[in-house]
Nanobody, 119 residues
Framework: QVQLVESGGGLVQPGGSLRLSCAAS????????AGWYRQAPGKQREFVAT???????NYADSVKGRFTISRDNAKNTVYLQMNSLKPEDTAVYYC?????????????WGQGTQVTVSS
């Protein structure tokens, strides 16, 4: 069974940085598309960034130039480096991985990690 564990959230001042990690474990063959999404209080979950197995990336306009998504295939881990953080980046961040495993190819969500940007 595939499990995702997120880490790296926390409280940071405006202009600060955080690095989120999403580690997948289990009988994994490969991770296809990987992405990060976020949900602020009272709002719908929204797209932040994705990265393909080939390394192509895509970003929401609101984070372009400030956030960087990356992956370490050997560790089955996806990262989100967040720089120049703003109060409006405050949200619960979720990773989403399309994983090929012994159970087939399925979409998996992480448990979420809170990011709070405040002075």
């Amino acid at each position: 069974q595939v499990q995702l564990v997120e880490s790296g959230g926390g409280l940071v001042q405006p202009g600060g940085s955080l690095r989120l990690s999403c580690a997948a474990s289990g009988s994994i063959f490969s991770i296809n598309v990987a992405g990060w999404y976020r949900q602020a209080p009272g709002k719908q979950r929204e797209f932040v960034a994705t990265i393909t197995s080939g390394g192509s990336t895509n970003y929401a306009d609101s984070v372009k130039g400030r956030f960087t998504i990356s992956r370490d295939n050997a560790k089955n881990t996806v990262y989100l480096q967040m720089n120049s953080l703003k109060p409006e980046d405050t949200a619960v961040y979720y990773c989403n991985l399309l994983v090929s495993s012994v159970d087939g190819t399925r979409n998996h969500w992480g448990q979420g990690t809170q990011v709070t940007v405040s002075s």
